[in-house]
């Protein structure tokens, strides 16, 4: 107990004060982790005076640790005394929103915008926005920086005239000397126009959005772009024609790759945001043209947007337009030069089938189909098969499945092994397309050949593949078709081939089922316990663990214990190991008496 | 009196200081091996052999020493990099700096770039000058306090000391390098750099270390078609889209980064006919090109083969606009220079604040200067002989002709061992700095 003059219920806190600046990073980041059980500890009068002006200054610090105190700082209103003082954590954030690791300064912004909400309007206008002036007019960019990221949660609250100044700090940052700071403003922009009156909107925002879409760097104007979409959405559509579109297209057809690139990406928000008579009027033509582009990255990208594109078409002209515009170009990217381009339109391809209906799947999407499934590059053939559901649910399987078969073989026996672990994992789903008897015929062999691999993550998923494939078809199909194969792994002379049994058998109990378990597996594991490899014995130590709760009781104690029991004296210290494991395991009582 | 080169005004450059040993033999580690002032020029980082940085900073001027205008001091030295060894290719990694390139400021620290053959690191280098006070577990003296006598908590407290300046590795960019990096460069877009080494070209976004984009690559299907090597590369200093890079047989490329994203295909193709008459063995070996810089305005570039240093015009191909002969005289001793490897070694080049001038090393420890609008130029030496502060530099002279003048250094006691390589250029004012072996002088100017 403690004696009278002391009170031992400081000690814990003291020591976290300590460790705030300890050698080690670890115990400064718990430290700070703990500030609220610190600042409880202290005090609101204390921690307003001593902990948060000690906080300013310690900007030293590790990353790690000025990240933790940035967070903690975001929600520390009610330790400093309510949204009355809250003012009081503007300096130490203040102070890390100018540090130059971009991680932490980004953190001290959300802080900042998080606390703002619980200024008072008065209090935003003598602490708060003061202190977003003094970050603007920084001597260094990283200040002016974390300044573009506070101007949207100020506006709304304050007055006119401030307002006023704040628009003309934002117009200053748009046009800063320094790359870095125009990009922040570039990338804040959009959002700053959303809490901005429609015709601030329109005579302060868009002459920025027009400067810094034609900013000389590269990348301050693909950011514009994104901002570009975000001010369409604010506009009437009246406006959009002459405020946006201009320099939109300008954008959509840059001298960089990067910027086209960038309105490629943001092609399926722009056209939300533009809504279909622009979308039909320019969009189309834009698309078209970056379906085409000079650069592979960007043909990519819009090749990505293809399906969306389409599928957000107006209603009335949807077919028209992917008929005569869009499809001849996406009938040139099926033979493009560069294969991410095609793997990127194969992953999307299939879907334009349920656009367009039966009869144009039939007459112009499957040959592409079927000239991807031939492409030299796996991953074209990867995608188009693991999108065979869209197809199948417009013209039924069949038609394809002519070409599908030897571009399974084909991927089924590529040298990557990688590529043969894709197919795999889309075996399942093909089955359950093509159904019994397809399979039984065409795919039961390819299955059972992966069991035997000679990479051991494909010989594992073939057995995962196994399961999934009895899910499917269920248990009878299961004892006329793969367990037999698989038991008769057992006598292989390979013993990596004999364990490929054990683990099938793993995989496969649960979902077989009781009967056919007892009567057909079990035998073949008993069996193998007397096997000369140490690895095949521990591993049928484990697999009767694993099929213990299939088991019946009577089973277990006939014919699993006196296997266990011999496995659990045998010479290698692994079987050994297992074998009680499994023991312990399966029969948690008798466990005991056999180890006394 | 003969005039200095560089700036417009007459001057004469002065002697204002030099740094590192005296000894005459010198540790291999302590030979720099790069040089190079920062955006303001406060600051002038060295690299040597050693993996180490040394960074000085410039002095205040003071009124009352009116003679010794801002001598620049240690700041802050630190061990960059170190050697390491490659198992897999058993190969051995030397520590050496190749190169250093400052970043622009962007807050009260500064930051460089610092490459070895393989890896390159972002540096911060801070100052610190506050330190915390108070313990609540021990006292003042530093003895445990006993735990249960702690009735109050003490909160740190933040108490003024010396000046302290740290360094920091604040990135590591590593594993993108199969060849030796010959080549950093910041862009102007401040947030992406490239590097280069003898076959391919990597760009680098300044704040993602574990990814790069491989923009160039020269590297033949079969490596017995090899026929040429990149030799240095540098991004242009206002169009963030341009970069060049120039090869061992004396050609530069500019490529343009908007137009693909890989840039096999260039641009710009600059190179000069060769002539016919003065063809010879070594023509293609000191054809090579040694070094490239963009001029501050980005209108040239200048490049450093063996025997000359060329200005071209971005604007024309064909031909440099501006040609001088670093040390024609050594034209006669290309075989002597082959035999002892001399052939080979990597003059850098640099350009003054207004591009006005230009600089760039010799053997004999001799630098030469060139100025742009009077087409004059002059041979200086770093020496320790008349490093008296503010001593004059004299003009050297080397003597080609038959017979030699008074003053005059016969090519043959040239001393081939004593190589200037890496000069630097303040981007402000007449103050440069030349990496003589494992000294570095500073002179500066003085008006007549």
């Known amino acids: ?596 | 009196m003969m005039a200095g080169v560089g700036g417009g005004n007459d001057f004469q450059w002065c002697f204002s200081q030099v740094k590192g040993a005296i000894d005459e033999d010198v540790a291999e580690a302590d030979i720099i091996s790069t040089v190079e002032f920062n955006y303001s020029g406060e600051l002038l980082a060295t690299g040597d052999k050693g993996g180490r940085v040394v960074i000085f900073q410039r002095e205040q001027e003071s009124k009352n020493r009116l003679l010794s205008r801002g001598e620049y001091n240690v700041y802050s030295t630190f061990q960059s990099h170190e050697p390491e060894f490659d198992y897999l290719k058993s190969l051995e990694i030397e520590e050496k700096i190749n190169k250093i390139r400052w970043l622009p400021q962007q807050n009260a620290a500064h930051f460089l770039l610092s490459a070895n053959d393989k890896t390159i690191k972002l540096w911060k280098i801070s100052e610190r000058d506050k330190r915390a006070e108070g313990y609540n577990l021990k006292d003042e003296d530093g003895r445990l306090r006993d735990p249960f006598r702690i009735t109050t908590l003490r909160v740190p407290v933040l108490m003024p000391m010396d000046l302290m300046v740290e360094a920091s590795p604040r990135r590591i960019f590593a594993n993108a390098h199969t060849y030796h990096i010959n080549s950093i460069s910041v862009n102007s877009d401040y947030e992406t750099y490239l590097s280069a080494d003898d076959l391919r070209i990597n760009l680098w976004h300044l704040e993602i270390t574990d990814r790069s984009f491989n923009i160039v690559d020269i590297k033949p299907a079969n490596m017995e078609e090899l026929t040429e090597v990149i030799t240095a590369a540098e991004c242009h200093p206002h169009q963030c889209n341009v970069f060049v890079y120039s090869s061992s047989k004396g050609t530069i490329r500019l490529c343009d980064m908007r137009a693909a994203a890989l840039c096999d295909r260039h641009s710009k193709f600059f190179e000069e006919p060769e002539d016919p008459s003065s063809r010879s063995f070594f023509s293609e070996i000191i054809s090579s090109i040694s070094d490239v810089k963009f001029s501050h305005s980005g209108r040239y570039m200048m490049t450093r083969d063996y025997l000359s240093v060329k200005v071209w015009d971005l604007n024309m191909e064909n031909r440099p606009v501006e040609t001088y002969q670093v040390h024609e005289y050594l034209r006669s001793k290309l075989c002597s220079l082959y035999e002892n490897d001399c052939i080979f070694d990597k003059f850098e080049c640099c350009w003054n604040g207004s591009d006005s001038a230009i600089m760039t090393g010799s053997y004999n420890n001799f630098f030469r200067m060139f100025d742009r609008n009077t087409r004059r130029d002059i041979t200086l030496e770093a020496s320790r002989e008349n490093s008296k502060p503010r001593a004059m530099l004299k003009p050297r002279k080397v003597c080609t002709g038959g017979k030699r003048k008074k003053d005059e250094i016969s090519v043959d006691s040239l001393d081939f061992n004593k190589k200037i390589l890496h000069t630097a250029w303040h981007p402000k004012e007449n103050v440069i700095a030349v990496a003589a072996t494992n000294n570095l002088y500073i002179f500066q100017d003085k008006i007549n």
């Not at chain 1, 101007?151 to 800063?176: G, M, N, W």
């Not at chain 1, 722009?270 to 320019?282: C, H, N, R, S």
Request: glycine share 4%; aromatic share 6%; with cysteine.
């Open chain 1, 1 to 596: 107990m403690a004696g009278a003059e002391g009170d031992d219920s400081l000690y814990p806190i003291a020591v976290l004060i300590d460790e705030l600046r300890n050698e080690d990073v670890q115990l400064r980041l718990n430290s700070i982790k703990k500030l609220s059980t610190i600042a409880l500890a202290l005090g609101v009068e204390r921690t307003r005076t001593e902990l948060l002006p000690f906080l300013t200054d310690t900007i030293y610090d590790e990353d790690e640790v000025l990240l933790a105190l940035a967070e903690q700082l975001g929600s520390f209103t009610v330790l400093v005394g309510g949204p009355e003082f809250v003012h009081n954590l503007l300096p130490p954030l203040e102070s890390l929103a100018t540090v130059e690791e971009t991680v932490v300064r980004d953190k001290a912004v959300e802080s900042l915008r998080k606390i703002s909400q619980e200024h008072s309007p008065v209090d935003l206008e003598v602490h708060f926005v003061p202190l977003v002036k003094r970050l603007a007019s920084g001597d260094w960019f990283t200040s002016r920086t974390s300044a573009c990221g506070l101007f949207s949660v100020c506006y709304p609250r304050v007055s006119s005239t401030v307002k006023a100044e704040i628009r003309q700090h934002f117009r200053t940052l748009c046009s800063d000397d320094t790359p870095m700071v125009r990009r922040a403003a570039a990338s804040k922009l959009g959002e700053f126009a959303k809490v901005l009156e429609l015709d601030y909107v329109k005579s302060d925002i868009i002459p920025l959005f027009t400067a810094l879409a034609s900013d000389e760097q590269d990348s301050v104007r693909l950011l514009a772009v994104e901002a570009g979409v975000s001010i369409a959405t604010l506009l009437p559509q009246e406006d959009l024609e002459a405020l946006v579109m201009p320099t939109l297209r300008q954008a959509a057809e840059d001298k960089s790759w990067r910027v086209r690139y960038m309105v490629a990406d943001k092609f399926s928000e722009l056209q939300k945001a533009v809504g279909p008579e622009i979308t039909k009027t320019d969009l189309v033509p834009a698309f078209q043209n970056l379906l085409k582009d000079c650069e592979a990255e960007v043909r990519a990208a819009a090749a990505n947007k293809v399906k969306v594109f389409c599928e957000n078409l107006p209603e009335d002209s949807r077919e028209t337009i992917i008929m005569t515009h869009i499809l001849p170009c996406v009938k040139e990217l099926v033979s493009d030069t560069n294969q991410h381009v095609k793997s990127a339109l194969a992953s999307v391809i299939m879907g334009l089938s349920t656009i367009l209906g039966k009869d144009n799947t039939v007459e112009h999407l499957l040959p592409l189909f079927l000239v991807q499934l031939k492409d030299e590059c796996p991953e074209v053939r990867l995608n188009i098969i693991s999108n065979l559901d869209c197809v199948n649910e417009v013209i039924g399987i069949r038609q394809l499945s002519q070409s599908l078969l030897p571009a399974i073989v084909e991927l089924a026996e590529d040298a990557k092994w990688r590529v043969r672990l894709a197919i795999i994992e889309y075996m399942p789903l093909l089955a359950g397309q093509l159904g019994v008897e397809f399979f039984d015929e065409k795919l039961n062999s390819l299955c059972m050949a992966w069991l035997i691999d000679h990479v051991f993550a494909i010989r594992e998923a073939a057995t995962c593949n196994l399961m999934k494939l009895v899910e499917k078809f269920g248990a009878e199909w299961a004892q006329n078709t793969i367990v037999p194969k698989v038991l008769g792994m057992a006598n292989d002379s390979n013993y990596l081939h004999r364990m490929t049994t054990l683990f099938c058998i793993n995989a496969l109990s649960g979902v077989c089922g009781q009967e056919i378990t007892t009567k057909h597996m079990l035998p073949v594991v008993l069996k193998m316990s007397t096997d000369q490899v140490a690895n095949v014995r521990f591993n049928v130590a484990r697999c009767l663990q694993k099929i213990g709760p299939v088991l019946d009781s009577s089973a277990l104690q006939a014919e699993v214990k006196p296997v266990l029991e011999k496995l659990a004296t045998d010479q290698d210290m692994d079987v050994k190991y297992f074998a009680l494991e499994a023991i312990s395991g399966t029969f948690p009582f008798i466990s005991l008496t056999f180890e006394t």
